[in-house]
């Protein structure tokens, strides 16, 4: 899965314009380097970040999914919160409902049912306005596990076909680097819940315990992606797609011994 994030905006449409075909030209470019999905996201949720209106968030993205949709025939999906993106974006042909808030907020989980689409659901700690202020767990994995729990529960007494959800235990969503870490390393403990995994590592802050400067945190990105799958992911969010699809094909020849070459 690809990461597209569409930026706050500056008041100028010029710069509207030149933010959509940029954005376009990234997508386009990570399908070419082999990403199976683009996330298109119009809200920042980094720590202390601003909240978007609707209205700003549906502006952000609804052109762009609806432009990537006439134009590539990919699996898009939508990474929001809000039900009336959700709602927006299924009428354009989104395949796939990303949520870092697990259809929590009012009216999203009614919009998820609704659309028909498969749904990922992230754990998160907290609100993004203060979630990374010292993050504390009595038992990490139990308390991530409980929540996935009852989300899946709520979500298929609403009506999402229980094959149509994904569990993403959120990195860096009320986590600390310790957390982080051992999310990865034991990932395969959520296998237990038979959904597919989603994991999300990349560029993040814990990547830059071992690499400082963001522009440095590809191979330290790569790398978690690849122990990620190798843990039992299905899906990997990434910026550096061609790096990452090159890595994996590795790991694959290495785990199937050449089968696939
Ligand atoms: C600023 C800070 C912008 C952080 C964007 C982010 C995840 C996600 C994001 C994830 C799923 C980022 C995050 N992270 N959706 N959306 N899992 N499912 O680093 O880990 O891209 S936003």
Known sequence: MGILNITPDSFSDGGRFLRFDNALFQAEK???????IIDVGGESTRPGAQLVSTEEEMYRVLPLIEKLKAKTGAAISVDTS??????????????LINDVRALQVEGAL???????????????KGKPKNMQENPSYEDLFSEIINFFKERVSDCIQAGIAPENII??????????AQHNLALINRLSEFEALNKPLLVGLSRKSTIGLIEKN???????SVVGAVMAVQNGASIVRVHDVAQTVSA?????AVTTEGKGL
């Open 110 to 124: 009614k919009a998820a049912v609704d659309s028909g689409l498969p749904v990922c659901l992230m754990h998160m």
């Open 214 to 220: 963001t522009t440095d945190r590809l191979i330290a």
């Open 30 to 36: 990570m399908l070419e380097e082999g990403a199976d």
């Open 248 to 252: 994996l094909a590795m790991a694959r």
């Open 82 to 95: 809000k039900a009336e993106v959700m709602r927006g974006a299924a009428d354009l042909g989104v395949d």
């Open 167 to 176: 569990l993403d235990p959120g990195f860096g969503f009320g986590k600390t």
